[in-house]
């Protein structure tokens, strides 16, 4: 079993910033991987996706210009870099490892990490 970990998740007010990571235990330079969220009632959506070399990248129209997914291979470390915020960015953000169909579908999922917006 793969055990994903994410952090960086907290509470900010509308308009800030937070980083959220990915650590794998292994490498990852050969795989893709993306970011996910579930907010309250609601099913997991998509929000980020990049190949193995980071040389391409795909995001969910809401957050497009927002938000920057990035790797650091020699880390095996994935990241979310999330600005702009808004209320309705609140969700338990997923990490996920392997693409099994770029970008939405993914081998491995991490447990999860909360981001909360205040308004």
């Known amino acids: 079993q793969v055990r994903l970990v994410e952090s960086g998740g907290g509470l900010v007010q509308a308009g800030g910033s937070l980083r959220l990571s990915c650590a794998a235990p292994g490498r990852i330079s050969t795989v893709a991987m993306g970011w996910f969220r579930q907010a309250p009632g609601k099913d997991r959506e998509f929000v980020a996706a990049?190949?193995?070399?980071?040389?391409?990248?795909y995001y969910a129209d809401s957050v497009k210009g927002r938000f920057t997914i990035s790797r650091d291979n020699a880390k095996n470390t994935v990241y979310l870099q999330m600005n702009s915020l808004k209320a309705e960015d609140t969700a338990v953000y997923f990490c996920?490892?392997?693409?099994?169909?770029?970008?939405?579908?993914?081998?491995?999922w991490g447990q999860g990490t909360q981001v909360t917006v205040s308004s």
């Open positions: 990049i190949n193995y070399s980071g040389t391409n990248t």
């Open positions: 996920a490892l392997e693409a099994t169909n770029w970008p939405h579908e993914y081998r491995y």
